[in-house]
């Protein structure tokens, strides 16, 4: 996908106090994530935990080294499956622990031992009945 950003550089040059730079160039998704976020709905004791699949882009394979979920006691998030199967996907295992009625927006991080992205976040969305 080609991408394209406009930015303003200011400087101390006062016959050139700001110009406009433009920065273009080809932007490749680093992985692809399915479902691309968490969100449980329902009756906290009927949600179910939920998988997600995510699949390395071919040209910047990585493994997922630690999976850290920010409040774990709202959910814990574990890898079940690792990235070296057939197709190299991975599989992340989410799982709501919020007994009660309420709402929660928190991360999941996900760290790989990739250089060229270190580390991701997927989001975790709840709307919890009781």
Known sequence: MEKSEKVVVKTNDPRRPDFRLILSGRVERFASIEPGFVYFKG???????????VTPNSTAGFRITRIVAAKPHLFTAELVEPCD???GSCRIR?????????????????????????????????????
């Open 94 to 130: 989410v799982t709501n622990r919020k007994k009660g009625a309420g709402t929660y927006v928190d991360v999941i991080k996900i760290m790989t031992d990739s250089r060229v992205q270190p580390s991701f976040v997927i989001v975790v969305r709840a709307n919890l009945s009781s």
């Open 85 to 87: 199967g057939e197709n």
């Open 43 to 53: 009756e906290a004791k009927d949600v179910e935990a939920v998988e997600l699949e």
